[in-house]
């Protein structure tokens, strides 16, 4: 891979397979010393058994009279040479695939398998489908102008209907397709909120309309509006950030030891008469006291601070809490809180409402999964592992990792409710709807952006040609195709003019020419009150006080609700699950105890430097870890590395709290004020270095930083310049694991600038939305509580 390499670019892609490669070895081993199987192996076994073992291929080919595939552009390159070794010569081959609507391959699917079916079965006939037996004309014609401009390796005939030519003009007459262009996204589901129900009032069912999505984010949106407007939907979103289900976590979390700030959502959960300010006091003496919850609750046993009226309240949770020990599984705790020890089911089975209808829905798929985590844990439990917590733990993984759209899947039972379907189109791909919608059909939004691949194939492992650039962009029209093709009489598209910014048409409409409606343009005032619960405006204790920090500007500019949480309630914002974190900050926290030794004259020791290290690192989670070890020995060499770069330092920095030591500049009047970890001041002042220590990767140029050690090195470079106006100054990142140092370049300060100045204003305003981000939330210490209203 090295020899390869032409450029950084590609040595770095060469360095993340080696690094893959490595952990792969690992999971490999371990496999084999257990003598298991994953389902890669299911499938590499059994064509290396089908390949090398005639017996055994003769065997499994004379068994079946008839193999019949569907959907075959959806599988790997691995089970199309399966199905080859598995069909032989016999002739007994029946395959049905669509090339355009391949929108798996992010999953693995493999193009490959339709491209080389005429080689893997050279005496195969392959015939292409002329008659479209779902929709109607109109929308055939859409599909006939869109489909040879989506990748398929055959030429395209198009299709037609089956019906005469009576039946085909009548059927036009019921048919059709809009394109609807609205001046923002308030009116626009608006639009869609309104055409629901007036095809309803025209006699068609609501579970006879769809609104398909290209992402869950925009079907959350409609929902909202569909939800407000009680038009009945079947959609949950993102389970585990409805409010109910938020709800249910919260309290499940107060149950093992924790930080208290869990407390904070029960203030707007009915059945709890909490008064958030006293709330926030018991959270602050629990942490002066060293107590955590929820044995910190006992805490207001003598606290003249706290009203009987909370006192009661505390009281009652105790009680509910009361059954909950060590063992306790998360089904067993939400059984018995919802049906034996509170009333919160209680005015959720009252309400008949849409809103009412879906919470009693997404209760029953939480608990279905509590269950079946409990049964299925039940062999392996390991003693000293707290149930709860795990479960939890699990329930960040599946949210970050994207697994918890399983639990958007309905279940048969719920199939006839009649109620307006909202999906994403690949949750749509095999259903058809006599009305389908689809929105935010801008670029950008539909075709999506194209994200960076976290972990690429290497190129020499792939047997077929893999066109990265296009790939996304082929891919994106397939799922257009397959969104559009699900129409039987109506399809609705629409797109709004600015969505928080100006927004241009989707490019595939350049598609099609001859086929796309005329524009009906939507502007006028709805009234329709579109807003989120999660853009709301806080009142706060007081002011702010006469300077910010770097670091509340850059939470800020983050997330405004996490600075709500950690500057405005001075909620404490680490959470025992950041295991990488943890380790991250073992190391920091030894980088600044040598640091300020040095600061007085004083060489830190190595072996003093690891007894520190052990002794911060016996206070966190870490230390019971399973992968504590291997996060120890990199701690340790970061240590050492550490250790010897303030020993050699000529010029002894300056101690953290040290006046000296920070730095500010000035925003649109307001001081900033930011701490370097190094500051080295020539004796004649003429220059002046500062540094940032990082125990991360390094990287080679300033475009390959984060956003937020792009804006941090920015405004370390704008305080230097601006304190030492008179010096030369320059700024650099310092990567402790390899020695490099990484100068900045100012050219784009501007911009970052410009990010602070947004974070002063937005807090000026005590504006704290919550910035959803599908990566970053599940990780953040106040995912279980956010978006939580005004508390």
């Known amino acids: 891979l090295f020899d390869d390499a032409s450029n950084d670019d590609e040595i770095l892609a060469a360095e993340k397979t080696l690094e893959v490669a490595k952990v792969y070895r690992f999971y490999d081993k371990l496999l084999r010393e257990n003598g298991w199987l994953d389902f890669g192996d299911l499938l590499f076994r059994a064509v290396q058994l089908l390949q090398k073992n005639e017996l055994a291929r003769n065997h499994w080919q004379s068994k079946y009279s008839h193999v019949l595939v569907d959907e075959f552009q959806d599988v790997n390159r691995a089970s199309g040479v399966l199905l080859r070794e598995i069909a032989g010569k016999n002739g007994n081959l029946w395959v049905v695939g669509d090339a355009r609507q391949t929108i798996y391959r992010w999953r693995g699917a493999s193009t490959t398998n339709l491209q080389a079916f005429a080689k893997d079965f050279p005496d195969a006939a392959s015939h292409s489908l002329s008659i479209n037996y779902r929709s109607e004309v109109p929308v055939i014609n859409f599909l006939n102008e869109l489909a040879p401009n989506v990748t398929t390796s055959e030429s395209f005939k198009g299709w037609r209907t089956p019906e005469t030519e009576t039946a085909i003009v009548e059927d036009v007459q019921k048919s059709r397709i809009r394109y609807i262009e609205a001046d923002e996204f308030a009116t626009e589901a608006g639009f869609i909120a309104d055409e629901i129900t007036s095809q309803n009032e025209r006699g068609l069912k609501f579970k006879e309309q769809a609104v398909l999505g290209r992402t869950n984010n925009i079907l959350a949106k409609i929902a909202d509006e569909l939800t407000r407007r009680e038009i009945p939907i079947l959609y949950l979103g993102n389970m585990f950030e409805r409010e109910e289900i938020r709800d249910l976590l919260c309290l499940l979390y107060l149950t093992s030891p924790n930080s208290g700030r869990h407390l904070l959502r029960l203030t707007k959960i009915g059945g709890y008469d909490f008064d958030t300010k006293q709330i926030r006091h018991l959270i602050a003496l629990a942490e002066r006291t060293g107590k955590q919850f929820p044995d910190a609750l006992d805490l207001v046993k003598g606290d003249s601070e706290i009203t009987d009226v909370t006192r009661f309240s505390i009281n009652s949770l105790k009680n509910q809490f009361a059954d909950v020990d060590e063992k306790t599984t998360a089904w067993q705790f939400f059984s018995s809180y919802l049906f034996d020890r509170s009333d919160y089911l209680l005015p959720i089975l009252r309400d008949d409402s849409v809103n ?79 009305t389908v919608f689809m929105p935010y059909l801008g670029n950008g939004y539909f075709p999506n952006k194209k994200r960076a691949d976290k972990c690429p194939l290497p190129k020499s492992l792939l047997n077929e040609q893999f066109d990265d650039e296009n790939a996304h962009e082929s891919e994106e029209l397939c799922l257009f195709f397959v969104a559009v093709s699900r129409a039987k009489n109506n399809l609705i598209l629409s797109r709004s003019r600015n969505y928080g910014s100006s927004s241009k048409a989707s490019r595939f409409f350049d598609l099609l020419p001859q086929n796309l409606p005329a524009i009906e343009l939507f502007a006028q005032d709805r009234n329709l009150d579109y807003t989120s619960s999660q853009n709301v405006t806080v009142s706060t204790d007081g002011e702010h006080s006469n300077f910010y920090t770097f670091n ?37 926290d030894v980088i600044y105890w040598a640091k300020n030794l040095r600061a007085a004259n004083q060489k830190p020791e190595l072996e003093n430097a690891f007894a520190k290290l052990d002794e911060i690192w016996r206070t966190k989670p870490l230390h019971s870890h399973a992968y504590a070890p291997m996060y120890l ?66 990287k080679k140029t300033q475009k390959d930083l984060s ?85």
Do not use: M
């Open 552 to 588: 509340e500007l850059k939470t800020y500019h983050d997330c405004p609700r996490q600075y709500f949480y950690e500057y405005v309630l001075k909620v404490k914002g680490s959470h025992d699950e950041a295991i990488f974190l943890q380790f991250h900050a073992c190391v920091r």
């Open 707 to 791: 956003p937020d050690d792009t804006l941090a090195i920015a405004a370390l470079h704008q305080a230097v310049s601006e304190t030492f106006s008179d010096a030369q100054t320059s700024v650099a990142f310092n990567y402790l694991a390899s020695g490099d140092v990484l100068q900045y370049d100012p050219k784009n300060i501007k911009t970052q600038l410009k990010h602070l100045e947004s974070s002063i204003s937005g807090i000026r305003q005590r504006l704290f939305v919550t910035k959803t981000d599908s990566q970053k939330c599940p990780s953040c210490a106040h995912y279980f509580i956010c978006p939580g209203g005004d508390y």
């Open 356 to 434: 009412g209808r879906q919470k009693r829905f997404a209760i029953y798929q939480l608990l279905q999964f509590a269950i079946a985590e409990a049964t299925k844990n039940e062999a392996v439990r390991i003693d000293d592992v707290n149930p709860r917590k795990s479960f939890l733990r699990l329930i960040r993984h599946l949210a970050a990792s994207g697994e918890e759209a399983a639990f958007r899947r309905l279940p048969s039972w719920a199939e006839n409710i009649d109620a307006v379907r909202l999906l994403t189109v690949h949750a749509a791909k095999g259903l058809e709807f006599p």
């Open 633 to 698: 020995d990199e701690a340790r060499r970061l240590v050492e590395r550490a250790v010897g770069f303030f020993a050699n330092l000529t010029v002894a920095p300056k101690a953290d709290g040290e006046s000296k030591s920070r730095l500010e500049f000035a925003i649109n009047g307001e001081r900033v004020i930011i701490t370097p970890d190094l500051l080295e001041i020539s004796p004649d002042g003429a220059t002046v270095f500062a540094q940032k220590i990082k125990t991360g990767r390094a």
